[in-house]
């Protein structure tokens, strides 16, 4: 179930009295947690009588006798289960039995009996930044009687899915430059943030009057990553402007960018560039580039469209000077220069 469908289902009927709340995605976890919370326990004194936060497993004849003891001070007894181990995917070459195996098996099994007919004044949240094993009883057992958000990692040719309802909810409409700016900072971060773009949006709300967001107001919010500044460079090597490519490098070194976040930027831009050749052979066009480059179809597009200006060999040898440079800048045996090196190349040959 999708965070959206557990909103609508809560709404609807009511809490459930078991949740799983897994994924890679922290964001859409807290959220939907915070939701429940505010509609088993709305006041701060309610949270107080009522809920009980356990971080990370217990002993599961524990976690049932807490399920099965009614409270005192409140009429809901809720557990919160944070970061729990119960659902965790199996490795494909199978868990170890523990040795006492039938034992474990009882206790999952008592706990399985509890949490498919639970009283009716208890309620067990439990939550996961792992993906929950499908496969698991345990994991089918919470499906059938309480509710399951899957929550998968955002990547960055499907952060529209969250983008657009979430502009709307803060009365704010890019323009075509600022989507393709926001599009671009995110297609360089080496894990999409939901938290941290969520932030940023929240400051642009609260920023001024003006609901549409231009460019600039983008570039400026963006600046304190480094992974996103380095976009103007990568953007001038595309556009082979070797002066203004070298410029924007010499001034990430001012910056205090550090060479090994340089050198893995420049590797991955040049490494894309490289795979849309290869997908352009077999047969992949226009949009169709952007799940396989795990990319926002604008900037697939747009990327294809740069790629046509750079030769096989011209990428293939860039990426073994990067190999080489990250080495020799490691170990003290170059400057920058090398980096300016690769720069120079990529902007000039054919």
């Known amino acids: 179930m999708k965070y959206e469908e557990l909103i609508k289902e809560l709404r609807r009927d009511g809490p459930r009295h078991v949740y799983l709340l897994s994924g890679e995605e922290p964001y859409y976890i807290e959220k939907a947690q915070e939701a429940i919370l505010t509609s088993l326990l709305p006041t701060p004194e309610d949270r107080q009588d009522g809920l009980q936060v356990i971080n990370g497993d217990m002993d599961s004849d ?108 803060l009365h704010l409409h890019f323009d075509r430059e600022a989507y393709g700016y926001f599009s671009s900072a995110v297609s360089m971060m080496p894990k999409v943030s939901l938290s941290y773009l969520d932030q940023q949006l929240q400051k642009l709300a609260l920023a001024g009057t003006n609901l549409k967001v231009t460019k600039a107001e983008m570039a400026d919010l963006f600046t304190g990553l480094p992974e996103v500044s380095v976009f103007a460079l990568t953007d001038a090597v595309t556009e082979r402007k070797v002066r203004k490519a070298l410029f924007l490098l010499q001034r990430q070194f001012e910056d205090g960018t550090y060479f090994t976040i340089l050198v893995s930027l420049l590797a991955r831009h040049v490494r894309r560039l490289w795979q849309v050749k290869e997908l352009e052979r077999q047969g992949l066009r226009g949009r169709a580039l952007a799940q396989p480059l795990g990319l926002h179809p604008f900037i697939a597009e747009k990327l294809a469209k740069s790629a046509r200006a750079f030769s096989e060999e011209t990428l293939k040898g860039a990426m073994l000077e990067l190999v080489d440079a990250d080495y020799l800048l490691k170990t003290g045996k170059a400057g920058n220069e090398v980096l300016e090196h690769v720069i120079i190349r990529l902007c000039t040959e054919k």
């Open 62 to 169: 524990d976690l049932v006798a807490r399920i099965n003891t009614a409270p005192f001070f409140a009429d809901k007894n809720v557990l919160l289960i944070r970061q729990t181990n119960l659902f965790r995917q199996v490795r494909s070459d199978g868990d170890a039995k523990p040795k006492n195996g039938k034992r474990a098996d009882k206790k999952e099994s008592r706990l399985q009996e509890v949490l498919a007919a639970m009283p009716e004044f208890s309620y067990v949240i439990f939550t996961s930044t792992q993906n929950a094993d499908k496969r698991k009883k345990l994991t089918k057992l919470v499906g059938t009687h309480g509710t399951v958000l899957e929550s998968p990692a955002i990547r960055p040719w499907n952060i529209g899915d969250w983008l657009e309802p979430r502009l709307r909810e």
